[in-house]
């Protein structure tokens, strides 16, 4: 390994031990997953030194790529296992589908946004991730022909629930999602089983608004 990879290798070990573990991420799988996932290579050049560091960073267009720690936390929450089929709302950079796609069989993402879609596409292609699938269109509405879904991360904050999520989730399927208002969101896992659908709260959290014709509208 080169040394700058050997450098960025480190400062991954180090988010991780650091910023994960350190707030209660357990889950082996997903740790290496966050070891393994090169996030420099989502971040615009210019911010390549703050990759790894313990906030959000912005990627155009008034959107950002996660705090890693949250990232982390939604992706641990999801459970996912290695034959899940995920479908993620908002690919931004392309880095949280990067995560999912080291743990799930396919990994379907949706962009409303055509740069960082175009964008998003290219690095996942470049860094060799063929188990992801990008889509250019609403979110909102999921991706009606691959459901259901295994699993359902929403990355960026609802006024609510989006329905045709919901009815797009697998029974036994989970969904992690940002909902409240623009400045603020409770972040809610949904389990979905016979009976119906299940709700947990896992914390309050500020994201992007997500913008559709079932989420904020457009400025």
């Known amino acids: 390994m080169e040394v700058s ?4 290798q480190s400062l991954r070990e180090s988010m991780v031990k650091n910023q994960m573990e350190s707030r209660g991420i357990r889950d082996p799988k997903v740790l ?5 996932v090169p996030r420099h290579e989502f971040v615009n050049e210019s911010l390549i030194d703050q990759a790894y560091s313990d906030h959000p960073l912005p990627i155009g267009d008034q959107q950002t790529i996660s705090q890693p720690y949250i990232v982390a936390l939604m992706t641990e929450a999801l459970q996912i296992d290695s034959d899940d089929r995920v479908l993620e709302i908002g ?5 949280q589908a990067a995560i999912l796609a080291e743990l799930a069989y396919r990994v379907y993402t949706v962009e ?6 175009e ?3 290219k690095t996942i292609e470049k860094l060799g991730y063929y188990n992801i699938i990008c889509r250019y269109g609403d979110g909102t509405l999921g991706w009606k022909e691959e459901a259901p879904f295994d699993a359902i991360m929403v990355t960026a904050g609802a006024p609510e629930i989006p329905g045709p999520l919901v009815d797009q989730l697998s029974i036994g399927g989970r969904m992690v999602i940002p909902v409240g208002s623009t400045s603020s969101q ?3 896992k949904l389990y979905r089983d016979e009976q119906g659908v299940h709700e ?4 309050g959290c500020r994201f992007v608004k997500l913008i559709g014709q079932r989420g904020w509208k457009a400025d």
């Open 119 to 121: 964008k998003a596409r």
């Open 112 to 117: 409303r946004n055509r740069t960082l879609y």
């Open 5 to 8: 990879g050997r450098r960025y």
């Open 186 to 188: 409770m972040m809610i």
């Open 32 to 36: 290496e997953a966050f070891k393994k």
């Open 91 to 95: 690919t931004g950079s392309g880095y």
């Open 200 to 203: 947990t709260e896992l914390g």
